[in-house]
């Protein structure tokens, strides 16, 4: 496909753009994901907490599609977190997926208050060992909370999840993933849609190329290396959003996108989240 890979860090490959489905309803989802598939994703990214891991997983075995061509991401909710309860959290998402592994699974947050993210972890490391989760890692970890993961399980998380946008770009945490080995991936890349791509600078950058202010915002997080999951349920927007692949944004447009970084949240702060 025209989307290129990250190489996480135990090989596995990762499509660096794919669809997320946060706000989509189960009975909508199996028509936006296979609108997502005709246009070329091949990576989709859901969670239990989303009530649509069914819809998903109708929409990929509909597809045809082979399943080693897929990257099929899900994640474990906050109240199932310790070992026993996210060994029944995960089967419960398969069923529902549908599928026999996922790629990716990871721990949606890390709700410090309960203090059971390494235990968590430890039965993720079990679910990979079993060849059920290609891969394994974190979604909302600070870097306090890697560190701890890292010192105590001896394991870097293959992908850590993190709100990133122009506006929350996330220097202290990219930085840390880039020394671990750590692939960062970009929720809520577009800003959620709102204010973000009205911003004059943006605009000016996306208009220079002839493009949208979504297309040149993926464009920067594609350049700096994130991976990205754009979400959409309207089809002329889910292409636009893979759409990304055949032009770049020069230095100074890089540079009028960064400065927009204002260190504000759109979601909660994992420190306090539960
Ligand atoms: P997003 O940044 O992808 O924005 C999506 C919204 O932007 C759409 O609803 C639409 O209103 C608008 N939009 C999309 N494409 C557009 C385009 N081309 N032009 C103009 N507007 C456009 O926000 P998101 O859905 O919050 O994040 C993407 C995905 O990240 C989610 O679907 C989910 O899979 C994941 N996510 C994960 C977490 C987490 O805690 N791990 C939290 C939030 C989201």
Do not use: C
């Not at 790629?103 to 968590?120: C, Q, S």
């Not at 080995?181 to 220079?208: F, H, M, N, Y």
């Amino acid at each position: 496909s025209k989307v290129p890979s990250v190489i996480l860090n135990n090989g596995v490959e990762m499509p660096q753009l794919g669809f997320g489905v946060w706000q989509v309803p189960d009975d909508e989802a199996a028509k936006a994901v296979a609108t997502a598939l005709e246009a070329g994703y091949r990576s989709i990214d859901t969670a239990a907490i989303y009530e649509n891991e069914r819809g998903t997983g109708e929409a990929v075995a509909a597809s045809g599609i082979p399943r080693e061509e897929l990257f099929v991401t899900t994640k474990l909710w906050n109240s199932e977190q310790g070992y026993d309860s996210t060994l029944r959290a995960f089967d419960a998402s398969l069923e529902r997926l549908g599928l026999d592994h996922v790629d990716l699974y990871l721990i949606h947050w890390p709700v410090p208050a309960k203090d059971a993210y390494v235990d968590t972890y430890r039965a993720l490391e079990k679910i990979h060992a079993e060849g059920r989760a290609r891969a394994i890692g974190v979604s909302n970890f600070l870097p306090e909370h890697l560190e701890r993961l890292t010192a105590e399980t001896g394991v870097v998380p293959a992908v850590n999840q993190i709100e990133l946008h122009p506006q929350l770009a996330q220097a202290e945490s990219r930085a840390l993933h880039a020394r671990l080995g750590i692939a960062t991936e970009a929720w809520s890349p577009l800003g959620q849609g709102r204010g973000l791509l009205d911003v004059p600078a943006l605009v000016a950058v996306a208009r220079k190329h002839g493009r949208t202010p979504a297309q040149a915002v993926l464009r920067w997080h594609l350049q700096l290396g994130n991976v990205v999951i754009p979400k959409s349920v309207t089809p002329s927007r889910i292409q636009e959003n893979i759409d990304v692949f055949d032009f770049e944004l020069d230095p100074e447009d890089m540079a009028a996108i960064a400065a927009l970084d204002e260190g504000g949240r759109l979601g909660p702060n994992p420190a306090e989240f539960n």
